[in-house]
């Protein structure tokens, strides 16, 4: 099997990728995603101090997010990549866990 060859510049934006999918895992998804699975299973009123702890590192992650969108129109290079869909989903439905999304209008856009 021939081994597939990438420029530099390819190299850069795979590492990227990688980069905004680990943002996503350790830094975005425990905080955005187990809030709303708190709220959605009836669980946010016996879990009140869990999730209170984790709204501050949420927005953080929410606010790294809004940097780079306010003047990126993706989040690695000029195209979509796995990267904008990693970090989609659990944002579009943040504010089911209690996030709110309205001091975000980069993301939001």
Known sequence: MKEQSFSESDKFERAQVMQRLFFEKYSHEPFIATSRFGYLTGKAEEDRE?????QAPGYGALGVMEQHLANHAFFTGDRYTIADIGLFVYTHFAGEGG?????FPAIQS
């Open 99 to 103: 996030f709110d999304l309205t001091r």
């Open 50 to 54: 869990a999730l209170q702890q984790k």
